[in-house]
């Protein structure tokens, strides 16, 4: 199979081959006569010139114009009368001085022209030497129009033959340059435009064989269409980098949360039909962590699923004015049951805020800033003990607003703050218990009825990939023993 960079160079050279063969023929083959005729013509139409333009009367006049012409054309010129009476004669340089013009065919010729006023055109030969000649004839009239004379032009056709060898040797030179500089440029021609393809076709088949982090350098396709395919391709390859990215995350992350879940349900649901199926208190208790477990498995689910659509690149923001004082009245609302039934004060606070008649306003995606503060808030609960307090704030400095949510509870320890963004990354607070900061609460119930239940260690790892897709500033102030404050900034509208 012939590659394309052969079949390229072959119909380069195919053309090229062409171009020789019709110079060849144009110019060796028909270069002669071409060049005969085209020189014949030129001085037929300069004699017919010069003789339209004699005044027999005024001899130092058409001397003069006769000389000129012979000078530049190298022409042998004759200049008859009416009654075919030689009147001037001149010749140039290159010309020879003396022709045989008054030969029986020349004057023939002349006599017709003389008598019936015809221009002529007839090649002779030298009697003695053989050298070729041209000569024509044109008929000089006077003012009225009546045939005055004849004038004659005759040049070597030696010379042009000469001329053509020239000719025919300079185009042979310049044949063999013309096919070396053929074979070059087709060669580096075809190269440079099957180079990227050559480069496109590799990666299309590592990207074929499941390699789709493979790209091509697109400085090497260049800026034409060649150029927009590799740039296609690229996207493509980062289209299904991004899937696969998906679907492995999808994968590990069902793998990982979902076992203990699925276990607990299973060996409490045995339980229940082995062992505890007649006493009545324990199978409420175990059908309780059963439902709570599902509960949870659900969140569970929610959490990768959101987690996996982020940082597949698939997600996009929907930013808006968002009220602050609305969703901090809903961020109330929610946690009110969950704040009664721990104990725990949750309140909520604008800084400064003067007005209360204007609203202030931020610019976010308002469902993903909810599940923000919702994930935050969620881990301040879990992690805050009875009788114990949290703060979420929003600090309005100038076009800018820093959201915050802080906690009396245990804190982090200083060693353990670069981790807690982490996918998984539990953490033991001070009583013992492990937990997640980056989960839910187990156990607990929302004001809307639903459980609080996921503890996937994935609710940080959320809110980490909503932070960068919103550009914002992020951090966490905490020591061990004295609580922590999560904060973020989001502009101001």
Same mark, same amino acid.
């Given at each position: 199979?012939?590659?394309?960079?052969?079949?390229?160079?072959?119909?380069?050279?195919?053309?090229?081959?062409?171009?020789?063969?019709?110079?060849?023929?144009?110019?060796?083959?028909?270069?002669?006569?071409?060049?005969?005729?085209?020189?014949?013509?030129?001085?037929?139409?300069?004699?017919?010139?010069?003789?339209?333009?004699?005044? !027999?009367?005024?001899?130092?006049?058409?001397?003069?114009?006769?000389?000129?012409?012979?000078?530049?054309?190298?022409?042998?010129?004759?200049?008859?009368?009416?009654?075919?009476?030689?009147?001037?004669?001149?010749?140039?340089?290159?010309?020879?001085?003396?022709?045989?013009?008054?030969?029986?065919?020349?004057?023939?010729?002349?006599?017709?022209?003389?008598?019936?006023? +015809?221009?002529?055109?007839?090649?002779?030969? *030298?009697?003695?030497?053989?050298?070729?000649?041209?000569?024509?004839?044109?008929?000089?009239?006077?003012?009225?129009?009546?045939?005055?004379?004849?004038?004659?032009?005759?040049?070597?056709?030696?010379?042009?033959? +000469?001329?053509?060898?020239?000719?025919?040797?300079?185009?042979?030179?310049?044949?063999?340059?013309?096919?070396?500089?053929?074979?070059?440029?087709?060669?580096?021609?075809?190269?440079?435009?099957?180079?990227?393809?050559?480069?496109?076709?590799?990666?299309?088949?590592?990207?074929?064989?499941?390699?789709?982090?493979?790209?091509?350098? +697109?400085? !090497?396709?260049?800026?034409?269409?060649?150029?927009?395919?590799?740039?296609?391709?690229?996207?493509?390859?980062?289209?299904?980098?991004?899937?696969?990215?998906?679907?492995?995350?999808?994968?590990?992350?069902?793998? *990982?949360?979902?076992?203990?879940?699925?276990?607990?349900?299973?060996?409490?649901?045995?339980?229940?039909?082995?062992?505890?199926?007649?006493?009545? @208190?324990?199978?409420?208790?175990?059908?309780?962590?059963?439902?709570?477990?599902?509960?949870?498995?659900?969140?569970?689910?929610?959490?990768?699923?959101?987690?996996?659509?982020?940082?597949?690149?698939?997600?996009?923001?929907?930013?808006?004015?968002?009220?602050?004082?609305?969703?901090?009245?809903?961020?109330?609302?929610?946690?009110?049951?969950?704040?009664?039934?721990?104990?725990?004060?949750?309140?909520?606070?604008?800084?400064?805020?003067?007005?209360?008649?204007?609203?202030?306003?931020?610019?976010?995606?308002?469902?993903?800033?909810?599940?923000?503060?919702?994930?935050?808030?969620?881990?301040?609960?879990? *992690?805050?003990? *009875?009788?114990?307090?949290?703060?979420?704030?929003?600090?309005?400095?100038?076009?800018?607003?820093?959201?915050?949510?802080?906690?009396?509870?245990?804190?982090?320890?200083? @060693?353990?703050?670069?981790?807690?963004?982490?996918?998984?990354?539990?953490?033991?607070?001070?009583?013992?218990?492990?937990?997640?900061?980056?989960?839910?609460?187990?156990?607990?119930?929302?004001?809307?009825?639903?459980?609080?239940?996921?503890?996937?260690?994935?609710?940080?790892?959320?809110?980490?990939?909503?932070?960068?897709?919103?550009?914002?500033?992020?951090?966490?102030?905490?020591?061990?023993?004295?609580?922590?404050?999560?904060?973020?900034?989001?502009?101001?509208?």
């Amino acid at each position: 199979m012939k590659s394309i960079r052969l079949k390229l160079w072959m119909g380069m050279m195919t053309q090229a081959l062409i171009v020789i063969v019709l110079l060849w023929f144009f110019q060796i083959v028909f270069l002669g006569s071409f060049y005969m005729n085209i020189r014949i013509s030129g001085v037929m139409g300069d004699t017919e010139k010069a003789a339209a333009s004699i005044d !027999l009367a005024d001899r130092e006049s058409y001397a003069e114009n006769l000389d000129a012409l012979a000078y530049n054309k190298g022409l042998s010129l004759a200049l008859y009368d009416a009654r075919g009476v030689l009147v001037y004669e001149t010749s140039s340089a290159v010309a020879p001085a003396q022709m045989p013009m008054m030969q029986s065919g020349v004057r023939n010729e002349l006599n017709k022209l003389l008598r019936d006023g +015809e221009s002529f055109r007839i090649q002779i030969a *030298h009697p003695r030497f053989g050298t070729r000649y041209m000569v024509v004839g044109a008929q000089v009239k006077d003012e009225g129009g009546s045939l005055n004379g004849a004038l004659i032009a005759g040049f070597a056709i030696t010379a042009v033959d +000469e001329t053509i060898s020239i000719l025919k040797i300079q185009l042979l030179y310049i044949i063999v340059i013309l096919i070396v500089v053929s074979v070059l440029i087709s060669f580096i021609i075809s190269r440079s435009f099957t180079r990227p393809l050559i480069e496109i076709k590799k990666v299309s088949e590592r990207m074929a064989s499941g390699d789709y982090s493979a790209r091509i350098d +697109e400085e !090497l396709a260049g800026k034409d269409e060649v150029g927009t395919l590799a740039a296609s391709l690229n996207n493509l390859g980062e289209q299904l980098q991004k899937i696969e990215k998906l679907r492995r995350d999808l994968i590990a992350n069902v793998s *990982h949360e979902l076992r203990t879940p699925l276990s607990l349900i299973r060996g409490y649901a045995e339980t229940i039909r082995d062992v505890t199926g007649e006493d009545l @208190e324990k199978r409420t208790k175990q059908l309780e962590i059963i439902v709570e477990e599902t509960e949870r498995l659900s969140g569970i689910v929610d959490d990768i699923l959101n987690l996996s659509q982020i940082q597949s690149g698939y997600f996009k923001l929907d930013k808006k004015a968002v009220d602050v004082q609305e969703l901090f009245l809903k961020l109330r609302e929610r946690y009110s049951v969950l704040s009664e039934k721990t104990g725990i004060i949750m309140e909520t606070e604008i800084s400064p805020y003067e007005n209360r008649d204007h609203a202030v306003k931020a610019e976010a995606d308002e469902p993903r800033l909810e599940q923000i503060l919702y994930n935050l808030i969620n881990n301040a609960f879990d *992690h805050t003990p *009875h009788n114990g307090r949290i703060l979420v704030r929003a600090e309005i400095t100038g076009d800018r607003i820093r959201f915050s949510v802080s906690d009396s509870g245990a804190g982090i320890a200083a @060693e353990e703050i670069p981790y807690i963004w982490d996918r998984y990354y539990k953490i033991h607070k001070k009583t013992g218990l492990e937990s997640s900061f980056s989960g839910g609460l187990k156990g607990l119930t929302y004001s809307d009825g639903k459980t609080g239940a996921t503890g996937a260690g994935l609710g940080l790892a959320i809110v980490k990939e909503l932070f960068d897709a919103h550009k914002a500033q992020y951090g966490v102030n905490s020591s061990a023993g004295k609580g922590a404050e999560f904060w973020f900034i989001l502009k101001r509208v």
